[in-house]
């Protein structure tokens, strides 16, 4: 089912409380990419990784954190410093995240999402 | 960095009229041009995509139009179905930066 896989699908937490949103990908894709997403609202870029051990602040990343230990987990932290967390988060991967090759297959693949509510 | 505006935010036409939503950004490096189409509750899917060598591209119903030398490029659908109706987002992007940075979505709603 598009071999990038998020969970789990639903999330509540407390207040004050640090939660980790798994993203897992079996496409050998070398790139990764989260995002959030809030109601009426485009996708806002929150961390990507180009490869493993290695991540890169996107627009709004401020009060989450990430880690890239291995090329098919790429998963986001939303800490207590995270000042409106409720939201919808997506993964994405793509093979190298180089967008301007054209010998590659650019396209970038999204996780099912995973709903954040914070109580 | 990149600055990616889409418009109209909304469109609602009605069945078997034409839509068009354009893209404008402002990294002149952009090479690639894509949209992406994401049905209510689901994840966004690459719909079509164009690249700067190329001026148009079609694909059934859907089209993508590029002009480079005004920094914007146009997803075009025509005879629109029920089944059109998503919120679709462009995504251009180029070598400058391994961003994927999208645009805010157009939504579209087609009345039966």
């Known amino acids: 089912d598009g071999g990038i896989t998020q969970s789990p699908k639903y999330l509540f937490r407390k207040e004050g409380q640090n939660v980790t949103l798994s993203c897992e990908q079996n496409l050998n894709h070398d790139a990764m990419y989260w995002y959030r997403q809030d109601p009426g609202q485009g996708l806002r870029l929150i961390y990507y990784?180009?490869?493993?051990?290695?991540?890169q602040k996107g627009d709004i990343a401020e009060g989450y954190s990430v880690s890239r230990e291995k090329k098919e987990s790429f998963p986001l932290t939303v800490t207590s410093a995270q000042k409106n967390p409720t939201a919808f988060y997506l993964c994405?991967?793509?093979?190298?995240?180089?967008?301007?090759?054209?010998?590659?297959?650019?396209?970038?693949?999204f996780g099912q999402g995973t709903r954040l509510t914070v109580v | 960095g990149e600055n990616v505006e889409q418009h109209p935010s909304t469109l609602s036409v009605q069945e078997g009229d034409s839509a068009v939503i354009k893209c404008t950004y402002s990294?002149?490096?952009?090479?690639?041009f894509p949209w992406y189409k994401q049905e209510l509750g689901k994840r966004p899917q690459l719909i079509i995509d164009i690249r700067s060598n190329v001026g148009e591209k079609k694909d059934q119903r859907i089209a993508v139009t590029l002009n480079k030398t005004a920094k914007h490029f146009s997803l075009h659908i025509t005879e629109t179905q029920p089944e059109d109706s998503a919120v679709y987002f462009c995504a251009p992007a180029g070598d400058s930066s391994y961003k994927l940075i999208f645009g805010s979505g157009t939504r579209l709603l087609v009345r039966p």
């Open positions: 990784s180009q490869i493993v051990n290695d991540f």
């Open positions: 990294d002149s490096a952009s090479n690639y």
């Open positions: 994405a991967s793509s093979i190298s995240g180089r967008w301007g090759a054209a010998d590659e297959i650019t396209e970038a693949f």
